[in-house]
């Protein structure tokens, strides 16, 4: 039993399964006789004090969408630099067709969601939603489909979250940041000092930088700008190679460390508090509202047509190259998967419509309703294309 269950964690599917399960049970719970346990639950109250200066009271869900999710960010950060430094980012033949396609991926989505919402101004405030893509149910279900796919893809798919994941970033850093406190933007710079002093001296003990983070991290939420961001910062303070070059490298190490906490504890457990949506009262209807339609249009229709269609188009002016062994099915297939936006779809629906207060309250949950459906069919759409698809022989590139 044992065996199977380490067996299963080591697929690359688990993730995206786990994430399923989690998503089943909170609707199991916000639509049987365990709802009121469930919003209790996520309504717990937990307090910290350090002092009289520094006090955080907040329910379990924000602790989680706050806490919890800066780790996540920490390990996309940590993934990003080593892409930047020395993987698929670090070249740059190798950057231009995940980075069209991210950007394709992106401004489509937003612009089918604001076209759709324009005369509801709260509403706008949610056009980032479905410009996200949820790398860990993407590559899930890829690892479904095993050989019928060639490995080029799941390196594109991989190379173009991490550029979604980067646009997210900056998109929450600019557009979702509330009031901002001078004096914690204050101590929040001089933790960053702090740990590019670390970096510049090579320190390649990860404690220390550990410790910074923590309080960076209080210090960034009690400043305004989103607390997730402190993960991202503390990631790029990172060494990737250690002082003497002997040691294992910090970077690797710590990334290594936290990929099965985020993908086999974190997410789930966000996926679990964040995709609740009690559903009594609801009809089929509410699906075409212009909040849920224009979030499921745009993972839909939006990240298809944007990925494919801009990344087709840098391949056939001849600006990037078909990945190994794919054919223009394949890049379809996968463009399709990008629709699963789910965690960070969800992610930044939370902060777009938290505090908006008004209509933004009824939001909060059919917002939820656009990602699931739209996720949905992305996922079985990529799915059926990509399963179709006759994979090209290895001694063969498609360039077409």
């Not at 380490?6 to 199991?28: C, D």
């Not at 993934?79 to 070249?91: A, D, T």
Request: aromatic share 12%.
């Amino acid at each position: 039993m044992l065996t199977n269950f380490k067996s299963f964690l080591k697929k690359e599917s688990s993730t995206g399964i786990l994430l399923m399960i989690a998503t089943v049970l909170a609707m199991f719970c916000a639509n049987t006789f365990l709802h009121e346990y469930y919003i209790h639950f996520l309504d717990t109250p937990f307090e910290v004090r350090l002092g009289r200066q520094v006090h955080i009271a907040k329910p379990l869900l924000l602790w989680i969408n706050d806490g919890l999710m800066a780790i996540f960010f920490l390990l996309i950060g940590l993934e990003v630099k080593r892409e930047i430094l020395i993987g698929q980012l670090s070249r740059r033949e190798k950057i231009i067709l995940p980075g069209v396609a991210a950007i394709g991926g992106m401004v489509v989505p937003a612009g089918i969601y604001a076209i759709i919402n324009s005369s509801d101004q709260i509403a706008l405030s949610g056009w980032a939603i479905p410009a996200a893509t949820d790398i860990a149910f993407a590559l899930g279900v890829l690892a479904l489909l095993g050989d019928r796919v060639p490995s080029s893809l799941k390196i594109f798919l991989l190379a173009l979250a991490i550029m979604d994941d980067l646009g997210a970033i900056i998109i929450i850093a600019i557009f979702y940041s509330g009031d901002l406190s001078t004096t914690m933007m204050v101590l929040s710079a001089i933790c960053l000092v702090i740990l590019v002093v670390l970096n510049r001296l090579k320190v390649d003990n990860i404690a220390p930088y550990l410790w910074v983070g923590i309080f960076l991290w209080i210090f960034v939420l009690k400043s305004g700008v989103h607390a997730t961001l402190a993960g991202v910062a503390l990631a790029f303070a990172i060494p990737l190679n250690s002082k003497d070059g002997t040691k294992e490298s910090p970077l690797k190490t710590l990334e290594h460390v936290l990929h099965p906490w985020v993908n086999y504890w974190i997410l789930p457990i966000f996926a679990f508090a964040n995709a609740g949506i009690p559903l009594t009262g609801m009809s089929f209807g509410d699906l075409f509202h212009p909040v849920p339609l224009g979030i499921m249009l745009g993972l839909v229709g939006g990240k298809l047509f944007g990925v494919f269609g801009f990344s087709y188009a840098s391949i056939k002016f001849g600006y990037a190259e078909m990945p190994t062994r794919a054919t223009t099915r394949h890049l379809f297939g996968v463009a399709a998967l990008c629709g699963i936006g789910f965690t960070m779809s969800l992610f930044i629906g939370g902060l777009a419509f938290e505090h908006t207060g008004g209509d933004a309250i009824r939001y909060l949950t059919t917002h939820r309703i656009g990602i699931l459906s739209g996720s949905l069919i992305s996922g079985i759409l990529g799915y059926f294309v990509l399963y179709s698809s006759n994979t090209v022989p290895n001694n063969k590139e498609h360039r077409n």
